[in-house]
């Protein structure tokens, strides 16, 4: 009877872990338009899951937070639905292809070094990427000469969309890079998509994140469904991830409404870069057997995403005070 009642106390807590991780992704996912796979895959690699298990649950949460963003975009013609195909056809096979090869890696008994290795690079690029450009706002976030030399690149047939014309090839091996690492690392491809078609493409930003959001839907299904079939998607992770990311989507959009996304980029480039430490930090302490870092990298993980959603809800707060104020000074005056 007792280790009944340990065994649900475990059950429970774990439940209730995730829940408030997912509250806390789903949130950044509203405000950022990212699925956040790249959080929780390094997160389930941090508590011990192996790195198929946390590879299939992270594609599959991203299917899950997609679908609703999807719509809402769709709804303010913020996708170019023929771009978004491109992607999802090439995105598609490349997922394959980073599929099997996790799986080959699994084989040879390498995959979570490797994985882990990939995500700790991966994430600490980007994140050094996203603070520069935090550093230097008047960058406008996007390079128009590459994607001048980009387009100038005629390999017909030359697809018009919504930032110029493009090669059909070029876009789909651009696609099909992006779905290998999709595939290989269980991310939904948002973090590497967007600058992608905004750098490479000369894609409008709002029309990146609709047409990114749009493309991560099929292929977060694709992904999640090939993982399953192999039996390696465990619903008791991902279903209360679902459950507190939709409460924290709706938090994370209202956010956007009052919030000047350039005041947060410093501390969402922390937490991806916080997300690299949290891995690294989990491999040397199994490879020297220190139990402390296993437990600092669990406080990087968890902590950075409080963090990070924190001063989103908390800058929101403020600036909801600040145009209230406004306001009021507004109407003593008149």
Request: charged share 15%; proline share 2%; net charge negative.
């Amino acid at each position: 009877m007792n280790v009944v009642l340990e065994f649900l106390d475990i059950a429970t807590a774990q439940f209730a872990l995730f829940v408030g991780f997912g509250l806390l992704i789903g949130t950044l996912f509203g405000f950022f338009g990212m699925g956040g796979s790249f959080l929780v895959t390094p997160a389930l690699l941090v508590m011990g899951y192996d790195s198929t298990t946390a590879v299939g649950s992270g594609l599959a949460f991203v299917f899950g937070t997609s679908v609703i963003a999807a719509l809402r975009h769709r709804n303010h013609g913020q996708v170019d639905v023929k771009l978004g195909l491109m992607f999802i056809v090439g995105m598609t096979a490349g997922i394959e292809v980073g599929k099997e090869f996790v799986y080959h890696l699994k084989s040879l008994g390498i995959a979570d070094l490797v994985v882990s290795i990939s995500y700790i690079g991966l994430l600490s690029l980007v994140g050094l990427l996203m603070y520069r450009d935090a550093r230097t706002p008047d960058s406008g976030g996007d390079d128009p000469a590459l994607a001048e030399k980009l387009q100038a690149i005629e390999i017909p047939p030359m697809i018009s969309i919504k930032g110029g014309e493009v090669s059909l090839w070029l876009t789909l091996a651009m696609a099909f890079g992006i779905g290998i690492l999709s595939g290989f690392l269980g991310v939904g491809g948002g973090f590497l998509l967007m600058p992608a078609m905004m750098y490479g493409l000369g894609v409008p930003a709002a029309v990146a994140v609709g047409t990114d959001v749009f493309q991560i839907t099929a292929s977060g299904a694709f992904g999640a469904f090939t993982y399953a079939k192999s039996g390696a998607l465990d619903l008791s992770i991902v279903l209360p991830l679902l459950a507190g990311s939709a409460m924290g989507a709706r938090i994370g959009a209202g956010a956007t409404t009052l919030v000047d996304e350039d005041e947060i980029t410093e501390y969402f480039a922390a937490m991806l870069l916080a997300g690299a430490a949290a891995v690294a930090s989990k491999n040397l302490g199994n490879a020297y057997d220190v139990a402390l870092l296993n437990q600092v990298s669990k406080a990087l993980i968890f902590g950075s995403a409080l963090l990070v959603s924190g001063a989103v809800v908390w800058a929101s707060i403020k600036s909801y005070r600040r145009d209230d104020a406004r306001a009021t000074n507004s109407t003593a005056a008149d």
